[in-house]
């Protein structure tokens, strides 16, 4: 799967290719490939940065296309990749504190932060922003430690901001309005199976192209020291690319043996393809079921059978494009998705009987449906006379009312089914 997003101006990519090294693995242009069209946005931050931000990157990829939409006439096309990178030239849903960006050597507080527990982090964010703490698990590290570093930077709580961001004229909740009016998206899409084979055809030809030469390199040059101080982050940074981590045992064992590498190529595929639902998910959720008017029309192209190429991908794709430089209607419609005004909150919920904190009301519903939960409810009730059942119940404070709300013990009673879940 692949988004193309039509703005106007030059070619962009995304997050793991803007660093030095791992070329194959984030699959990176050839030399051949960008002869014929100039990328920008990739290999210019040290493998050894491991702060470098969404920010960083939003900031340097909208001077880059505010540039080529003044000076040249042609398309900038914006191609991912990471599709909250892309979110984040969309529209303006990031927040810039002002803080120093992981190329000047700047003191990261987030990562700092993130070195807590959770639960500890969780509690100090409830301290100065419980509207915040409210929408977000405490698991959830990361986004706990940026909201706390907001709070510590600007004295302001990070819900606050964001309540102000959702106000501004063309915002809704998830963010605040489109900043590119004339923005449209192109979701290249194929069905399970032909995507499935092709993921993993491509693994094989990563191999071919030299993939376990350059991570043995990768390794002793940027990771072999941090193995052996036991301070290894893959998590952070290029460190965190898929193909990397899944090498580890391969990589650090003193002597490898053929099952290792199998297991690394085997956990390689596994988790190509389990990104690729993450981001067909993300397309849904966040592009197609956005609320609010604000949001670029998205055009879907089968890339199922890729023999097909100009018939269903490039012809139809230039004629919209074509249809849109002159202000009429494409002959291909865009995609419509039912009920996309209904947006999950992110309320808190806590499950007493499984000992759970859940985050979102689609994801509370599915929890109820789930087997692991009515195995606890069926578990209960045996153990338990009928007039001293526990009442599993649900503390619910959304982000719009901070109201509460019971959840009802009936709900375990209904069939498990899979329920969709709206980020």
């Known amino acids: 799967m692949a988004l193309i997003t039509f703005c106007v101006s030059v070619v962009l990519l995304h997050s793991l290719q803007v660093y030095h090294g791992l070329d194959i693995i984030t699959n990176k242009v050839t030399a051949e490939e960008g002869v014929q069209c100039r990328h920008h946005m990739m290999s210019f931050v040290d493998p050894l940065v491991t702060s470098y931000t969404v920010v960083d990157f939003r900031n340097k990829a909208l001077a880059l296309i505010s540039f ?4 040249l006439p042609i398309s900038t096309f914006i191609v991912g990749g990471t599709n909250y990178y892309i979110e984040s030239l969309l529209w303006k849903v990031l927040l810039d504190t002002g803080s120093g960006d992981g190329e000047d050597g700047a003191p990261n507080r987030k990562l700092e932060l993130e070195k807590l527990g959770g639960a500890e982090l969780h509690k100090r964010l409830a301290e100065v922003d419980p509207k915040m703490a409210a929408m977000l698990h405490p698991n959830d590290k990361r986004k706990i430690a940026r909201s706390l570093q907001i709070h510590e930077e600007t004295g302001i709580p990070h819900s606050h901001w964001l309540e ?3 106000g501004e004229e063309g ?8 900043r590119y009016p004339d923005a449209c998206i192109f979701w290249l899409h194929a069905n399970v199976e032909a995507l499935h084979k092709r993921l993993d055809a491509r693994v094989d030809e990563m191999l071919s192209a030299g993939l376990i030469e350059e991570l043995r390199d990768f390794h002793v040059r940027y990771n072999q020291q941090k193995v052996q101080n036991n301070s290894q ?11 990397f981590k899944e090498f580890h045992d391969y990589l650090t064992v003193p002597e490898c043996t053929s099952f290792i590498l199998c297991a690394g190529i085997d956990a390689l595929k596994i988790a190509t393809k389990r990104y690729a639902r993450k981001q067909n998910k993300w397309v849904r959720n966040r592009f197609l079921k956005r609320p609010g008017d604000g949001v670029p029309a998205v055009y879907g192209l089968d890339v199922t059978d890729v023999s097909r190429w100009e018939e269903t991908v490039l012809n139809p794709a ?8 002159k202000g009429d209607e494409p002959a291909i419609a865009p995609i419509r998705v039912g009920g996309a005004e209904q947006r999950n909150k992110r309320s808190r919920h806590t499950c007493d009987m499984c000992d759970k904190v859940i985050i979102g009301d689609l994801e509370w519903m599915a929890h109820l449906k789930s087997k692991k939960h009515n195995y606890h409810v069926r578990k209960k009730r045996r153990s338990d006379p009928p007039c001293d059942q526990s009442q599993h119940t649900s503390t619910v404070e959304t982000e719009d009312s901070g109201e509460t709300s019971q959840g009802s013990p009936q709900d375990t009673r209904t069939p498990h089914k899979e329920v969709p879940v709206t980020l």
Request: negative net charge; aromatic residues 6%; hydrophobic residues 25%.
């Open 171 to 178: 915002g809704d909740g998830l963010g605040g309005p489109l």
């Open 68 to 71: 080529h939409r003044d000076s």
């Open 318 to 325: 230039l004629q919209i494009l074509d249809s849109l430089s």
């Open 233 to 243: 982050d893959y998590q952070h940074g290029i460190f965190q690319s898929i193909g």
């Open 164 to 166: 102000q961001q959702r």
